[in-house]
Nanobody
Framework: QVQLVESGGGLVQAGGSLRLSCAASGSIFSINRRAWYRQAPGKQRELVAEITSGGSTNYADSVKGRFTISRSRDNGKITVYLQMNSLKPEDTAVYYC?????????WGQGTQVTVSS
């Protein structure tokens, strides 16, 4: 059974940085893309960043130039990262990782990021 586990969230002051990680357990094949989403209180979940199997990336306009998505696959272990710099209070949200294959969408349980002003 595949599970995605996020880590790295926490409380940080505005202007600070955090690095989120998403580790996948179990075997995942035919990955189309890996992505990070976020959901702030009272708002819909939104795409933050994504990276395709070919390495192309796409970012929400609100995080361009500040966030970087990356991936690794070491000894079969799949990990997705989100480096977040110059954080702003409006970045406060629960962040979710997602891995999309040709047949299934996998989601993590989310990690809280809180940016204080």
């Amino acid at each position: 059974q595949v599970q995605l586990v996020e880590s790295g969230g926490g409380l940080v002051q505005a202007g600070g940085s955090l690095r989120l990680s998403c580790a996948a357990s179990g075997s995942i094949f035919s990955i189309n893309r890996r992505a990070w989403y976020r959901q702030a209180p009272g708002k819909q979940r939104e795409l933050v960043a994504e990276i395709t199997s070919g390495g192309s990336t796409n970012y929400a306009d609100s995080v361009k130039g500040r966030f970087t998505i990356s991936r690794s696959r070491d000894n079969g272990k799949i990990t997705v990262y989100l480096q977040m710099n110059s954080l702003k209070p409006e970045d406060t949200a629960v962040y979710y990782c997602s891995i999309v294959t040709t047949s299934t969408d996998y989601w993590g349980q989310g990690t809280q990021v809180t940016v204080s002003s």
